[in-house]
C-alpha cells in the first residue's frame, strides 16, 4: 500500500531492505483532542476508533507490529520474542518482517540499523530515558559495532517549547558537562532543552557517527502532530521500522 503523504518517510542512507515511516495525527477516525488518526490506547480515546486506526496503519505493514507498554525507562526488547505487549521503551530485530514501534507525542523516537540490513531497532527516548541510558541499552542489545550503525531521529518536542528545570539540565550534565551546549536558559531556574541536540550526544558518545533527521517540532505543528506539552490531552503518532528480505 502507498504510504499516505502526509506520513514522514526516513531520509537516510539505510539499505534497501530497511522500511521505516512515522504517521502524523492525520487520517483516522478518532475525534475531539484524538482526532484524528490517534494510535494510542492508553490516553482515553475510544477503544474501537484506536483500533480501525491501527487497522489502517496496518495496510501499510508486513506485519503485526510489536507495540509497547512505555514507562520512559531503559529496557530494551528483542521484538521477536516478545508476545503482547512488554513492559518496554526501545525494541530491536534481526529477523525479517518483524515490525519495531514506539508511540510519540513530544518524545523523541530514534529508528537505528546496521549497514548489513539485517538488523533494526527503535528507541522511546523521553529526557527521562534519554538521561538513563536508553539508547545506550538499546545500542548494547543490538550487539554490532556502532561504526556500522547509522540513526535517524525523528519528530518531538523542539528546543523553542522544551522548557525543563534544573533537575533535567543536572541528570544531562552529572555525567557529561558538555552536554550543557544542548541548554539555554529562560528564565530563573528554567532553561529551553534541546532534545534533538542531546540525542546526538549520546550516539557520539557511543560512536554512531551517521545520525540524521531531528529538527522537526510535534509541539510546533498542531495541525500534523499530537503534542502532550502543548495540549495535554491527546493522542499519538507511532514510529515504526523493520527490514525484508
Known amino acids: 500500500m502507498p504510504l499516505p503523504a502526509d506520513w514522514i518517510v526516513p531520509d537516510w542512507p539505510a539499505p534497501a531492505s530497511v522500511k521505516a515511516f512515522v504517521t502524523t495525527r492525520n487520517g483516522g477516525v478518532s475525534i475531539g483532542p484524538y482526532a484524528s488518526l490517534n494510535l494510542g490506547l492508553q490516553v482515553a480515546d475510544d477503544p474501537a476508533a ?4 491501527r487497522e489502517r496503519v496496518r495496510a501499510a505493514l508486513p506485519a503485526d507490529p510489536k507495540w509497547l507498554q512505555q514507562v520512559h525507562g531503559t529496557t530494551v526488547v528483542d521484538a521477536a520474542t516478545v508476545d503482547g505487549p512488554p513492559i518496554a521503551d526501545a525494541a530491536f530485530t534481526r529477523r525479517a518482517q518483524v515490525v519495531c514501534t514506539v508511540q510519540i507525542a513530544d518524545c523523541l523516537p530514534v529508528l537505528l540499523c546496521g549497514m548489513s540490513g539485517d538488523l533494526v531497532a527503535v528507541v522511546h527516548a523521553g529526557w527521562r530515558g534519554l538521561a538513563a541510558g536508553v539508547i545506550e541499552r538499546t545500542v548494547e542489545a543490538m550487539s554490532a559495532p556502532a561504526s556500522e550503525l547509522i540513526a535517524w531521529l525523528g519528530p518531538a518536542i523542539g528546543p523553542e517549547a522544551f522548557e525543563v528545570g534544573e533537575d533535567v539540565l543536572r541528570a544531562f550534565t552529572a555525567g557529561d ?48 502532530f499530537f503534542s502532550h506539552r502543548r495540549d495535554g490531552v491527546t493522542g499519538r503518532q507511532a514510529a515504526f521500522v523493520w527490514y525484508q528480505r
Not at 50 to 53: L, S
Not at 198 to 223: F, I, K
Open 50 to 53: 484506536v483500533a480501525r486506526n
Open 177 to 224: 558537562s558538555q552536554s550543557a551546549s544542548a541548554f539555554t536558559p529562560r528564565r530563573e531556574g528554567k532553561w529551553l532543552a534541546d532534545l534533538f541536540a542531546l540525542a546526538r550526544r549520546r550516539l557520539d558518545r557511543l560512536g554512531v557517527s551517521r545520525v540524521y533527521g531531528g529538527g522537526v517540532s510535534t509541539y510546533g505543528d498542531p495541525e500534523r
